[in-house]
């Protein structure tokens, strides 16, 4: 069975501009969610969602926000990049939600100039 | 919020030795899980253990949630076991569900 997949895999952006980026969960997993891993640090929780419903947000600005589709894809949008927002950005996958093993994707790397 | 330290942040090994991960939390945790993080990013998945003992080959881990750590052996080390270990907790509490808190890792190097 195929993991955890996102898309694109790099992407350069400037300031100001807007980015969406995509994920598909193992078959099977209802629940997504979303971390940022800024360079020598340890991913940070964004966005959980299960069942097509925020369940979590972590401590980022309104600039972030996500969404659920049937299908139980993903996608994680961030408006009005800045320069900070440069990382990788990690989608994970879980049967449901909570106390369940988290699976990660490959990742998208973001390079804001 | 629950706070995660790893220790020590840097190892550096000759192939064949072994080594110890610590992973200390500051609260009860629902759900532990420690990570291997390859070269090009990937977070692959080692142990999801919130207690007791697990083994997978050369590498095994302990959960002791009374004393809250967790500890991560890697025994006759290779060099593909280079890159970051990290462990993730998930807290106890309606608010800390499905939320992974991770530690700053620790990176180890495994030299031939």
């Known amino acids: 069975d195929a993991g955890v997949t996102q898309s694109p895999t790099h992407l350069i952006k400037t300031r100001g501009q807007h980015v969406t980026l995509r994920c598909s969960p193992i078959s099977g997993h209802k629940s997504v969610s979303w971390y940022q891993q800024v360079l020598g640090q340890g991913p940070q929780f964004i966005f959980q969602?299960?069942?097509?419903?925020?369940?979590g947000r972590g401590n980022f600005p309104d600039r972030f926000s996500a969404r659920q589709f049937p299908n139980y894809s993903s996608e994680l949008n961030v408006n009005a990049l800045l320069l900070g927002d440069s990382a990788l950005y990690l989608c994970?996958?879980?049967?449901?939600?909570?106390?369940?093993?988290?699976?990660f994707g490959p990742g998208t790397r973001l390079l804001v100039l | 919020g629950i706070q995660v330290e790893q220790s020590p942040p840097d190892l550096i090994l000759q192939e064949g030795a072994n080594s110890t991960l610590r992973c200390n939390f500051s609260d009860s945790v629902n759900n532990l899980q420690w990570f291997h993080q390859n070269p090009w990013g990937q977070l692959i998945n080692l142990f999801y253990?919130?207690?007791g003992t697990k083994q997978n080959g050369r590498l095994s881990a302990t959960t002791v949630a009374t004393e809250r750590y967790s500890l991560l052996y890697i025994s006759s080390s290779q060099t593909t076991d280079s890159g970051v270990y990290f462990c993730?907790?998930?807290?106890?509490?309606?608010?800390?569900?499905?939320?992974?808190?991770f530690g700053q890792g620790t990176t180890l190097q495994v030299k031939p």
């Open positions: 994970a996958s879980s049967l449901a939600w909570g106390q369940e093993t988290q699976y």
């Open positions: 253990i919130p207690s």
């Open positions: 969602y299960y069942e097509k419903e925020e369940r």
């Open positions: 993730a907790v998930e807290g106890r509490g309606s608010s800390n569900t499905g939320k992974l808190i």
